[in-house]
């Protein structure tokens, strides 16, 4: 099943109509979508395992008339907000903000790790219910570890635990006022600044890390697959409104 520029911007704009919103462009509505195909493999409604890339491509333009035949939208939306905090993170670092950039950073890794844990065990069956009392009841460092065992999923690499683990540590300290002081005369207790300054500058490649574990475990591979889809539906739909 093929799906043309044409037809693609019917479906848009009768997904349009049952958000009731003018004010969000073609544009909008194509991340909207791509968004919501991603949520749709992320949580076992369209299973993409092995998928040629032709049929990678029939899976997702057979799901668009899905979003667009719904009367009243009423997909469940949850707010994510981790772009914007790596953003403000580098942003954070760049100013020579580092506590700043320590709570942006863990908390972009704590959503991370109840995400995969979340995405994982819905697909498995399990409820909301049990999905939020499992995270509730696990600290960060068993999330990394036993809670990926149970799920059936690998350990990533203890290397990037134990970086997350002193992020996390830091953050906590700051934010529950733990510090321990810091001797001024002794050399030894001045490391605290290069260590952090370290742990800094080693995060944003444990973030491509994560990203590629979240993209092979949870997404079968595919998020590059499905942005060069978007990108050319994107070229598509620009010319055709250029009619």
């Not at 019917?10 to 909008?28: C, G, K």
């Not at 092979?216 to 889809?229: A, K, M």
């Amino acid at each position: 099943m093929d799906m043309s520029a044409a037809d693609l911007e019917v479906y848009l704009h009768i997904i349009e109509a049952s958000i009731n919103d003018q004010s969000i462009d073609n544009h909008q509505f194509l991340a909207f979508v791509k968004s919501s195909v991603l949520n749709a493999i992320r949580t076992g409604m369209l299973d993409v395992a092995n998928k040629t890339d032709r049929e990678l491509q029939k899976l997702v333009f057979a799901y668009i008339p899905q979003l667009a035949n719904e009367t009243t939208l009423s997909t469940k939306l949850t707010l994510n907000y981790t772009d914007g905090l790596l953003e403000d993170a580098l942003n954070a670092v760049n100013n020579e903000n580092t506590l700043l950039a320590i709570i942006l950073y863990a908390t972009w890794c704590e959503h991370w790790i109840n995400g995969i844990i979340t995405s994982i065990a819905r697909r498995q069956g399990q409820s909301d219910a049990d999905i939020k009392r499992l995270i509730r009841k696990h600290n960060l460092g068993d999330k990394y570890t036993k809670v990926l065992d149970g799920l059936g999923l690998p350990r990533f690499d203890e290397s990037i635990r134990e970086a997350l683990r002193a992020l996390a540590k830091q953050r906590n300290d700051f934010v529950h006022y733990k510090w321990e002081p810091l001797i001024v005369d002794d050399p030894a207790s001045l490391t605290w600044f290069e260590e952090i300054d370290q742990l800094l500058a080693s995060m944003p490649a444990h973030i491509e890390a994560l990203k590629a574990y979240e993209n092979r475990h949870v997404y079968f591979g595919v998020i590059p697959r499905i942005d060069r889809v978007f990108e050319r539906l994107a070229e598509q739909l620009a010319r055709q409104t250029q009619k």
